[in-house]
């Protein structure tokens, strides 16, 4: 019996490694360990055998069965496998191929701008206000302290509604607008647009953006200023970027100051961008806030001082970003906003 | 303000570069914005001698010079008029290089060889409006005899550097050559040389003239001087080269001279002819209206009221502080003249010159502001070199009418407000010494500084101003930075940022661009977007003084700006464009606007190309949500002629109305040359701002199973799908957790002008598993209702 259990092994493997498909498999599985297979047939003759011979040719037939089964789970996943491999070969598609079914807007740069620097003052502890952009006469020259007869008053500067009336020329009036509404002390921000009567070309536009900021508190000094400052132009143009405070005029301040900041292009080596000078001219306005100024808005210009500094974000976003033309942020080409 | 170095060493003993003088100039507070050599590349060019003229044997216009040059005389051929014989001229040998690295080769003209060239100014690189007239077409002629193969640019001192200054309004004072001495000698700690003014007289001026008489405000003083036996000349080179150095162009030793003294001290001066001037009398009047008057640069000119004139007794002979008179100017043949040093108001020579558009030298200074007090040291620096250069004789003695005498004032300063202040600790002595540096004479006193400011210091007037000359002298670049002290501050956001950047995030993420536009726009626009006749957004506020009619009016909307754009890009066959703008329309509470208008703030949300209404619309309603924003209503817009009647809708949240989508009536796009259909909504952003809530509370996950039935039910065309939805949801009994519709069917097996529609409803309870029988009773109890209000039929 026991030959005839190898004999049967034998042929079983032979035959399992002859079968083409996994259904051939199933069937031969189910033909041979099945209840009327070969297998089980055999050992229905057990029962001839002697007492000390049945668990011996029983140990030996589970064997058989085992090492059968083995097989056949081999020699299956081997098809399985086969199987998923050949599928994947029918599968393979271009990688290549372009799509565009997915939509995703893209940020004005100019906003993004006002949006970063916002943030960069927002983490250097200054509050975000806002103002209108039609203002008083008073609130954006007057209390400001711009002489009675100085031509940014002029028709042919700004742009008036009736006398009393005008497109903000700049983003100071929030100043002026803070300084009554809150009090002090003060640590404020406000950027937005700005008006001025300049024909349209490639630096100018009668429409532009300013970011005013303002400090008001006692003790509050230059040496304050130029600690804030220099910490957000190092934090906005990164910490290599050197800065000098030129003296200045602005009539709501005094002293006054400009901030030159190194060449964006070739960080204070010299290049033709900024003319071999190795700074980028003019970038920021700054000063103490006039006694006038404060004594106009209700504060006490002996006990309480301040700074305040202005920006042009047009011409940030276009240093930032290498844009030529100012235009561009203003006509919305749908290929020009795509690019950030 | 162009600053020639060689002209400042005059005043400044010093050794300095350029690039060193700019540099401290710069940081103390004087803005450069070039520097430049007056040698714009020439290398090679002598002096030589033309010793004979020959005529060209083949040309009529040229003739062939013989040049000694020193080492050689040379035959150089040339078209020029202007030279003579004996004469010393700038020459360009072969080998020579010019301006623009031109080579200098020998030539031949007509058969005679030439070996080299003379050369005009032009070609020695001075630029053209600042060479004089009979110079510009000719060879430049030297006013005297040179070493024969001297270097033209050591005659001409080409190589000296030219700083230019951005001067900025307060200032006045240093838009002049001493001024800017003052800065440097104050910069650099250098002693300053003031000139010394005396000159010999004759006469009295009582000979010449009677009296002066200011009629008008606007003229503080007015200091006159005669000069006789004048003899008109070309300047003496050196003072040509000056001038044409700080961009000036000669004209004759008398104006020459006027504009010298002008740059020198600031104080613009004007020398008429005294001989034309009728009557006794000069009168410094208002103009009167229409009165004419022919200015020097030939131009006729018609004056009014606001216009300060100095006259004779006939007509005006300048416009003051503006322009001379071409009847009173100084000509070859004058003989007699009157030297004007006046100081004019600031305002009057604005406006004039601005009325006039003619902006002048002189303008540019009186609109500043000047010192009263130049007028008589600048007039009679006038008179000093007119005697150095011989060209007439002084007249002794001067009128001088000064109305109000500016006086200096005295301004004390305390050192520790300084200190405090500029962020510094410095004494006093250091204080005083900057002060002093400047010209402004300073003690101290009893733990104050007493500074006295001249007249010339129009800036000066409080202590700030005072503590802002030591801090640019000691250097706001010296100043060590300090953090800033006091109460850590939180830095916060106005709330309607926050839902801004909420309403951008989502938007950007739905695949809209962010856009910009004006907030003034043509008024025309409102017929463009065929704007009702009778809509309140037609009342908008006029820029009185507009760039031009596009951009002439406060927007109301900003429909016609978002279709500005989209065919912009339309046109530039972009395919598609999704843009959303968040910005401001101003609102007037009255017309002719007198209070400040109401500015608010506008969400418009708009695209072209591949999407429809529904897109459109489920953007907003995905806003909103995010927004906080549910229940939202819409009701159909008939009545906006801006939009398509069948395809707009009015958006509600709890009836209150947020704002307007639709399809972009056709007339419209046509008016905007877009052939494609454009999809607008504008939402009022204040409403949003009201309604959005941010408050977000976690509702547990259904346990219980949810079941579906579907109704479709033909209808009417008019019954819309949110009618049926609503009433749907009356039936809910808190169990219907969604309603979708499937499809809308129209056609075979159903009537015209009526619909199929299809609803799948979702029932679910959060308590219990639903029985069958109460979703039954909810379905049939919808069915009835349906068939009760809108006629419907079950479609089976």
């Given at each position: 019996m026991k030959e005839k259990l190898e004999e049967i092994k034998h042929l079983a493997i032979k035959t399992i490694e002859g079968i083409k498909t996994l259904e051939e498999l199933e069937n031969f599985r189910i033909k041979f360990l099945g209840k009327k297979g070969e297998l089980t047939l055999v050992l229905r003759d057990m029962g001839k055998l002697s007492k000390e011979e049945r668990p011996i040719v029983g140990q030996i037939a589970n064997d058989i069965r085992k090492e059968i089964e083995d097989k056949l789970s081999v020699v299956k996943m081997e098809f399985i496998k086969k199987a998923k491999k050949e599928r994947n070969e029918k599968e393979k598609i271009d990688i290549t191929i372009d799509t565009n079914n997915i939509m995703i807007g893209h940020r004005h740069p100019l906003l993004k701008t006002i949006d970063e620097l916002e943030d960069l003052f927002i983490s250097m502890g200054f509050t975000v206000v806002e103002g209108p952009e039609i203002e008083t006469v008073k609130n954006n020259f007057d209390s400001l302290n711009s002489p009675e007869n100085h031509p940014s008053r002029d028709l042919s500067d700004t742009f008036y509604l009736n006398d009393e009336l005008l497109l903000r020329t700049h983003t100071s009036p929030v100043q002026i607008r803070a300084m009554k509404e809150m009090g002090v002390p003060l640590k404020v921000i406000s950027a937005g647009r700005t008006f001025r009567f300049d024909d349209v070309d490639d630096t100018h536009s009668p429409m532009f953006h300013q970011l005013e900021g303002l400090v008001i508190g006692e003790g509050v000094s230059m040496a304050n200023l130029i600690h804030t400052l220099d910490i957000f132009i190092k934090e906005l143009f990164g910490k290599d970027m050197q800065t000098r405070y030129r003296p200045h005029h602005f009539p709501f301040t005094e002293p006054s100051a400009e901030v030159d900041v190194s060449c964006i292009k070739c960080r204070g080596e010299g290049c033709s961008a900024c003319n071999f000078t190795g700074w980028s001219m003019e970038l920021l306005g700054c000063g103490m806030v006039h006694p006038k100024v404060l004594e106009n808005c209700g504060i006490d210009s002996e006990k309480y001082t301040g700074f305040a500094f202005g920006m042009g974000i047009d011409r940030i976003t276009m240093v930032k970003y290498g844009i030529t033309d100012i235009r561009l942020l203003f006509e919305n080409d749908m290929r020009f906003l795509k690019q950030f | 303000m162009l600053l020639p170095i060689r002209w400042l060493k005059d005043y400044i003993d010093t050794q300095k570069s350029g690039k060193e003088l700019a540099d401290g100039l710069t940081l103390s507070g004087s803005h450069v914005e070039s520097i430049y050599s007056m040698n714009k590349g020439v290398k090679g060019v002598i002096v030589g001698k033309i010793i004979e003229i020959e005529k060209h044997p083949d040309a009529d216009k040229l003739v062939i010079c013989k040049i000694d040059i020193g080492r050689e005389v040379l035959d150089i051929v040339t078209g020029a008029t202007n030279v003579r014989e004996g004469q010393f001229v700038p020459v360009a040998t072969v080998g020579t290089i010019l301006p623009g690295e031109i080579i200098i080769q020998k030539t031949n003209f007509r058969g005679v060889d030439s070996f080299g060239m003379l050369c005009s100014l032009k070609e020695l690189g001075f630029n053209e409006n600042v060479i004089s007239k009979p110079m510009k077409d000719g060879i430049f002629i030297l006013d005297k005899e040179y070493?024969?193969?001297?270097d033209i640019v050591d005659v001409l001192n080409l190589n000296d550097e030219v700083i230019e200054f951005e001067i900025t309004p307060n200032r006045p004072d240093c838009l002049s050559i001493l001024g800017m001495a003052r800065e440097t000698a104050a910069s650099f700690e250098l002693p300053l040389k003031e000139p010394e003014i005396s000159f010999e007289t004759m006469d009295n001026i009582s000979d010449y003239i009677k009296d002066i008489d200011i009629e008008s405000k606007n003229c503080n003083r007015y200091y006159a001087r005669v000069v006789k036996d004048v003899v008109i000349k070309d300047s003496p080179m050196w003072i040509q080269l000056r001038l044409m150095e700080a961009g000036i162009r000669p004209i004759n030793n008398i104006v020459d001279i006027t504009n010298f003294v002008m740059l020198e001290f600031g104080e613009p001066l004007h020398a008429f002819d005294l001989e034309k001037i009728s009557g006794e009398k000069i009168i410094v009047r208002q103009a009167k209206t229409d009165e004419a008057f022919i200015s020097l640069d030939g131009e006729s000119r018609k004056l009014n009221e606001t216009d300060l004139v100095i006259a004779d007794d006939k007509e005006p002979i300048a416009i003051a502080g503006v322009m001379g008179g071409l009847h009173s100017e100084v000509t070859k043949d004058t003989k007699l003249i009157l030297i004007e040093g006046a100081n004019f108001d600031q305002r009057s020579v604005r406006l004039t010159s601005k009325r006039l558009s003619l902006r002048t030298e002189a303008s540019n200074r009186f609109e500043k502001g000047l010192d009263p007090n130049l007028c008589q040291i600048a007039a009679d620096r006038v008179c000093q070199l007119i005697e150095l250069t011989k060209s007439g004789k002084i007249v002794d003695s001067f009128i001088d009418k000064y109305k109000e005498k500016k006086e200096e004032k005295t301004i004390s300063l305390r050192p520790e407000r300084a200190n405090m202040l500029l962020g510094l600790d410095i004494n006093e002595d250091i204080m005083i010494k900057y002060l002093n540096l400047l010209g402004l004479k300073s003690v101290y006193k009893e733990g104050l500084i007493y500074t006295t400011v001249p007249t010339r210091r129009i800036d000066i007037d409080i202590e700030a101003d005072l503590i802002e000359e030591i801090g640019r002298l000691y250097g706001f670049h010296n100043i060590e930075s300090k953090s800033l002290i006091g109460e850590l501050t939180r830095g916060v956001k106005p709330f309607s940022k926050t839902i801004e950047d909420e309403v951008k995030k989502t938007l950007l993420g739905i695949g809209f661009n962010e856009v910009m536009t004006y907030s003034f726009i043509s008024p025309k626009v409102y017929d463009k977007t065929n704007i009702d006749k009778k809509s309140h957004l037609r009342d908008y506020i006029k820029i009185l003084n507009p760039l031009g009619e596009d951009y002439s009016v406060m927007r109301t909307t900003l429909v016609p700006t978002m279709m500005d754009l989209f065919s912009r890009n339309y046109n530039k066959s972009v395919k598609s464009a999704f843009a959303f703008e968040i910005g401001n329309i101003f609102l007037p509470k009255e017309l002719p606007i007198v209070n400040l208008p109401i500015e608010q703030k506008v969400l418009s949300i708009g695209f072209y190309g591949e999407k429809d209404f529904y897109f459109l619309k489920e953007t907003v309603e995905k806003l909103l949500c995010k927004l906080g924003i549910k229940d939202i209503e819409y009701k159909r817009e008939e009545e906006n002629p801006v939009f398509h009647p069948g395809r707009t809708a009015k958006a509600f949240v709890n009836g209150i109305e947020i704002g307007t989508m639709g399809e972009v009536y056709i007339d419209v796009c046509e008016n905007y040359d877009i052939n494609s259909k454009v999809y607008i909504a504008e939402l009022d952003f204040e409403k949003i701002m009201e309604l959005c809530n941010f408050e977000r509370k976690y509702k547990s996950l259904p346990k219980y199973p949810s079941t579906s039935r579907d109704i479709a039910v033909i209808v009417d065309e008019e019954i819309l799908v949110g009618d049926i939805k609503s009433l749907i949801i009356k039936h809910s009994k808190g169990i219907i957790e969604d309603i979708e519709l499937f499809d809308i069917y129209r056609g075979d097996q159903i009537p015209e002008n009526m619909k199929s529609m299809a609803f799948s409803i979702t029932y679910r309870s959060y308590e219990r598993t639903l029985k069958d029988k109460e979703v039954e009773e909810i379905q049939t109890s919808i069915i009835r209702d349906l068939e009760k209000t809108f006629d419907a039929k079950l479609r089976s």
């Open positions: - | 070493p024969l193969g001297t």
